[in-house]
């Protein structure tokens, strides 16, 4: 199943409203578009969503790099992900640019096979619940927005946190307040603490059953986290701090004497490099005896289905957090998973299950063999 060309476009979406954290907000999401055909006509799909602040990326960069004239590399090469993964890792630096290229050829893989991809990886469970994100923003405004959540059968809410640690304390007791244990409440502070705001939070919340903290200081502050009780510690999710295999290393050797100082680890396809990166850290995490939990971007449901599809693979998984999709006000792609309340689950389609929405022709750069 040779590849014969390579497709690609550039898509903006605007957000369905505009987000926050503690870095920054957006009102609209910049993706690239990759579409990989092999000699029999099969087309696999991929898509890069970069986080400048999370990995330096740009969506210019991105499409820089998967500019067709620069792919041709891969024509005449059989479309095998593991075959070319180090290819991959050679020609293409950023990881959400090679997180585009290795989804599309799993999906055409698993469409070979015939099986969606989580059975060709191999399923470990059959579906699980997600966590939907409401940004930084007032009180009124976050429960408002979880009284839409709550409506719609959602019922995990993460909160983003680390701009003003007392508004961020107000918010969540205001949603404790609200909706009682039937809210699990996490937490994502996006490296916006500091030491003694982290203190301050940790004291504050410890009666409103927050379920995790995901990396409330910058990576630079790790150790710090180590003079948190173990208890508090398994609450901490390392996102910013573990991009691969080497940071979760680093980690382990910090808490080689006290114990780790996270409890788990967040891990995105954008942010490692596409499902053969990420697998290979889960089973690092897993081997670490660490939870993992399965993140995004803002994507559309592309990269949302092959997250979904490889965390369903990974015996580790403890905690999804894929609502990426569910931002865009435009999406170019439909299928790849169900989403019932907060369950999420794949598609009984070959591959990814995802269409592609109807686009110009002209719009595609493109290079054939």
Excluded at 52 to 72: C, K, M
Excluded at 319 to 333: F, I, R, T, V
């Amino acid at each position: 199943m040779k590849l014969v060309a390579v497709h690609t476009r550039s898509f903006t979406s605007p957000l369905s409203r505009p987000y926050a954290i503690s870095g920054g907000s957006w009102d609209s999401v910049d993706m690239v578009l990759v579409e990989l055909t092999t000699v029999t006509g099969q087309v696999g799909h991929g898509q890069a969503s970069p986080a400048e602040e999370v990995t330096g990326e740009t969506a210019a960069s991105a499409a820089r790099e998967l500019d067709p004239a620069q792919l041709d590399f891969l024509i005449g090469r059989e479309a095998a992900p593991l075959a070319l993964f180090d290819a991959l890792c050679t020609h293409v630096h950023g990881p959400a640019a090679r997180a585009a290229l290795d989804m599309a050829l799993h999906d055409l893989s698993a469409q070979r096979a015939g099986l969606p991809l989580v059975e060709q990886l191999g399923r470990v469970h059959r579906g699980l619940r997600t966590s939907v994100t409401i940004g930084v923003k007032s009180l009124a405004e976050t429960l408002a927005e979880a009284d839409e959540y709550r409506a719609r059968g959602l019922c995990h809410i993460k909160v983003k946190t680390g701009v003003d640690v007392e508004l961020d304390l107000e918010r969540l007791a205001g949603l404790r307040e609200r909706f009682g244990p039937s809210l699990v409440l996490r937490v994502d502070a996006n490296q916006g603490y500091d030491v003694p705001a982290l203190r301050r939070f940790v004291t504050a919340t410890a009666s409103l059953d927050i379920e995790l903290i995901e990396q409330p200081l910058p990576p630079a502050l790790d150790g710090e986290l180590l003079a948190f009780p173990a208890e508090v510690r398994r609450k901490f999710i390392a996102d910013e701090s573990v991009h691969s295999e080497a940071d979760l290393e680093r980690l382990s050797a910090l808490g080689a004497r006290h114990g780790a100082p996270f409890g788990g680890v967040n891990v995105k396809l954008m942010k490692c490099g596409g499902p053969t990166a990420a697998l290979r850290l889960a089973r690092a995490v897993e081997r670490a005896g660490l939870a993992l939990m399965w993140g995004c971007m803002d994507e559309s449901v592309l990269g949302i289905a092959a997250a979904l599809h490889t965390a369903l693979a990974s015996r580790a998984t403890a905690y999804l957090d894929l609502d990426g999709s569910l931002d865009l006000a435009e999406d170019p792609y439909v299928g790849g998973f169900t989403l019932d309340g907060d369950r999420m689950e794949t598609l009984p389609r070959p591959g990814l299950g995802v269409t592609a929405s109807a686009a110009p022709t002209d719009a595609w750069e493109q290079r054939r063999a």
